[in-house]
């Protein structure tokens, strides 16, 4: 294999090869350091060692991903994205996570003992699963930003990918100032045979009021970020199934965004995990769309906003 671009070895180096491999006419020296190395998720599978100082470090004496020529490719897009995890600790949501199952289980609705008994088994239920779990109080969101001049008209276009959502026929993209697309799921219990059907119950409410919950989370941290010099806007969360999205855009969107790095995927036709979430943020410096209910109900139709009563036009 010739030296080029995408190839390039130097037998000359001291070192050379600096891994352990059969074939040394394939071993690649263009990525001499690896340039994913300060990346916590990177394609390559490394090991852990603890320098002398205590801290955490990755070993990748047994990686050989830099230095295969067919790995040119995805290392470039991997130092092309631009992808930021945030992690949130839910329980200080913790709440607005119980005012959001008040909201979906109609606790105002029950009698004042009924509502007493199972505002009392939700809630200690569930807190005795995250002190035996600790980890399940982290919860990390993908966001993906890209230009406002992906949106065309009433689509989303990414690379090949392109999705429908009528709620853009609404907005101006010249006031658009950027975009961010988002994955993540939510905490993920395992059911003990020991739990009640009503704990079994409200654990299944607690994620859907947690995904709730952290979607306006990640609408405020937004607005925060981009406002540190001047005031910004985030729109509500544009998804499959609202906002004129449809369904099918789901595969569409884990695609561009890559949703295993967020652990989601796309199996048999359904998300995995079931309790996931992706969708779209847009921001700009004013607000662009009022307050609509048909808009936050609407699961998109070929027709578009075009026969919609809130129809600017």
Known sequence: MGNNYKFFQNKQCEYFPCHDVEDEDSFNCLFCY???YLQEHCPGHPGYILNGIGQKIKDCSGCLVPHCPEMYEKIIQQLGRQDMEVSINIWNLREQIWERMAQIASWNRMEP?????????????????????KYLYRL??????????????????????????????????????????????APLFEMEETDSLLTQYYLEIFQIACMDVVREWIKGYLERKHSVKTKHYCSPSFGPGYYGMELDSVPKLLDVMQGEKS???????????????????????????????????????????????????
């Open 113 to 133: 003992e009924m509502y007493r008994h199972h505002k009392a088994e939700a809630i200690s239920g569930i807190t005795a699963i995250f002190e035996k779990h």
């Open 140 to 185: 990390t969101v993908l966001l993906q930003p890209f230009s406002r001049e992906c949106i065309v008209k009433d689509h989303f276009i990414f690379g090949k990918q392109r999705i429908r959502c009528n709620v853009l026929e609404r907005i101006e993209p010249c006031r658009l100032e950027t975009g961010y697309l988002y994955g993540f799921h």
């Open 263 to 313: 652990g989601i995927r796309w199996k048999d036709g359904k998300m995995e995990p079931l309790m996931s979430l992706v969708g779209i943020y847009l921001v700009s410096e004013e607000e662009i769309l009022t307050d609509c209910r048909d808009c936050a109900g609407c699961i998109g139709q070929s027709t578009g906003c075009r026969f919609c009563s809130n129809y600017p036009g």
């Open 34 to 36: 690896c340039p994913l």
